[in-house]
């Protein structure tokens, strides 16, 4: 069974400042997807970003980007140019990609807080 | 830009009583979720839904729990005699085929007393 590791239970960051959300996780699959959702407070999850595992090159989405380390199991978030409105929980996800659907095994999460 | 949308938006039960929770995914999407998150945890999987079938499913899913598709639009998640500890917030995602992104609903949260 896959496992996700987030093992910092809350952050905070200055408003336009850089942060690094850490996860990790343990699979013996190599094929696989890995996610970052973001949960304000309203408590809807939000799709951040996605890496695939066969994908050496990191995936960025705007001010967000990842460090995948495949070979450490090692699946980062940076979020650059910090705002006000991504204060929420961020959790790091994993999928093993299935025909008939694939479940997502979430990490504890990170509580997040960008102050002015 | 389409949505999951799911109702009720808050549920309160009494212990026993059996609930529908209520989800209708984004229309061409083919695969159908639920999770539950009790508050101040982590995000659990529970089922997943495909070709009118369970695909897979938790060992938090056990007998009380059944899901459904009655109609082309909808997808529902019954508890037939809810527990205290059933009482989280439960939600609803699809996915579409060779896409692995899921689009989650804004949750039900369930209160059980």
């Known amino acids: 069974a896959q496992t996700v590791t987030q093992s910092q239970p809350e952050m905070s960051v200055q408003e336009a400042e850089t942060v690094t959300l850490s996860c990790t996780y343990d699979?013996?699959?190599?094929?696989?997807?890995l996610f970052w959702y973001k949960q304000p407070p309203s408590r809807q999850m939000i799709l951040v970003i996605r890496?695939?595992?066969?994908?050496?090159q990191n995936a960025t989405e705007n001010r967000f980007s990842v460090n995948f380390q495949k070979a450490a199991k090692s699946f980062s978030l940076k979020i650059s140019d910090s705002q006000l409105g991504d204060t929420a929980m961020y959790f790091c996800?994993?999928?093993?990609?299935?025909?008939?659907?694939?479940?997502?095994?979430f990490g504890e999460g990170t509580q997040l807080t960008v102050n002015p | 830009e389409p949505e999951v949308t799911q109702t009720p938006s808050h549920q309160v039960t009494q212990m026993g009583q059996e609930v529908i929770l209520r989800c209708v995914p984004i229309?061409?999407?083919?695969?159908f979720y639920w999770y539950r998150q009790i508050l101040g945890q982590k995000v659990e999987f529970l089922v997943s839904?495909?070709?009118?079938?369970?695909?897979?499913k938790s060992e938090i899913f056990d007998d009380q729990f059944s899901v459904e598709r009655p109609d082309g639009s909808n997808f529902t998640l019954k508890i037939r005699s809810t527990k205290l500890e059933d009482s989280a917030m439960y939600f609803c995602?699809?996915?579409?085929?060779?896409?692995?992104?899921?689009?989650f609903g804004p949750g039900t949260r369930l209160t059980v007393t």
């Open positions: 995602a699809s996915s579409e085929q060779g896409i692995p992104e899921q689009y």
């Open positions: 699979t013996s699959e190599n094929n696989y997807y």
């Open positions: 890496q695939e595992a066969y994908k050496q």
């Open positions: 996800a994993f999928m093993k990609p299935q025909t008939s659907g694939s479940r997502l095994t």
């Open positions: 229309s061409n999407h083919l695969y």
């Open positions: 839904f495909y070709n009118n079938e369970i695909s897979e």
